[in-house]
């Protein structure tokens, strides 16, 4: 009955898909470009420094002791210092998962394609054709922007789903042998692969993380301009140098979680030589 696991590895992808398009709605730093959000932070951080320089300036006569304004602005910096690593370290991991099951899941589509070439006719000549055209679909970036061809290539690939589970089940009903049995695993082993690949693209930091280290930055960054302006120094320079570096950061943690839409992607080039590399299939006379 081993069928029986292409169904529910089909109700699985339905459930990621619908999840991925909540997701989608809900997160509003990964909706914009790289640069927008670079720029946008960069000024808003900017401008919290320069207002708490101007606050400094015109408090800085009413204040003796200005070594407690220095322990608030290294405790600050260090809390938004540590936060912005530990995000930083879990959207590089979670990139790293990405580019792994990729390379996973064109190793087990490999697999299946070989173990096609087993299968008694007409299954073989069937699924083969199936096969191919589903690993030149899987080659093409899935990107996580919307838009129509985006849209297209989505819907392709589950029609593709559906008539591979519906030829695979046809195969495992009519012939229960070991050969069937040993291509039905591996052929589950790379939608579920599939559907792990789905639920990870869309497992992002959350907007709250975000918002919260973007408050922590601004409230860091007003305490720098407020100790520039409390001893009678401009600090233009640094202010801006250390606004437009939480302002990266920032953008990589987002970009890292965006694996098609950014500057960072998942190389999908395995994927891509698995394509290539399948051998030319030959259509028999007969079909």
């Known amino acids: 009955m081993t069928f029986l696991r292409l169904a529910t590895s089909h109700s699985r992808y339905t459930d990621c898909g619908q999840a991925r398009r909540r997701i989608m709605e809900s997160q509003l730093f990964y909706s914009q470009s790289p640069l927008v959000v670079l720029i946008t932070v960069s000024l808003i951080l900017f401008l919290s420094a320069s207002i708490g320089s101007a606050i ?4 800085r006569d009413r204040i003796e002791d200005k070594s407690q304004v220095s322990t608030i602005q290294a405790s600050l910096l260090g809390i938004l210092g540590l936060l912005l690593g530990f995000t930083f370290a879990v959207a590089s991991s979670r990139y790293d998962s990405r580019r792994l099951l990729a390379i996973d899941e064109a190793n087990a589509l490999g697999t299946a394609f070989m173990g096609a070439q087993m299968l008694p006719e007409p299954h073989r000549t069937k699924l083969s054709d199936d096969l191919q055209r589903y690993i030149r679909l899987r080659a093409s970036p899935l990107a996580v922007q ?14 593709a789903q559906h008539v591979i589970r519906r030829h695979a089940i046809a195969l495992a009903r009519e012939r229960d042998t070991e050969i069937t049995s040993i291509f039905i695993d591996s052929l589950n082993q790379s939608l579920e692969l599939y559907s792990s690949r789905v639920a990870t693209y869309y497992a992002r930091v959350p907007n709250t993380i975000l918002w919260i280290l973007l408050c922590i930055a601004i409230v860091g960054l007003g305490m720098v301009g407020y100790g520039f302006g409390m001893v009678g120094q401009q600090g233009w320079l640094v202010m801006g140098l250390v606004s437009v570096t939480v302002a990266a950061v920032m953008v990589m943690i987002v970009d890292l979680d965006r694996p098609e839409a950014g500057p960072t992607r998942t190389i999908v080039q395995t994927m891509t030589d698995l394509k290539n590399s399948l051998p030319n299939y030959q259509q028999s006379p007969g079909r």
Not at 56 to 59: A, D, I, M, P, T
Not at 147 to 155: A, F, I, M, N, Q
């Open 56 to 59: 400094g300036r015109r408090s």
């Open 146 to 159: 919307t838009g129509p061809r985006l849209s297209r290539v989505k819907k392709q690939t589950e029609q």
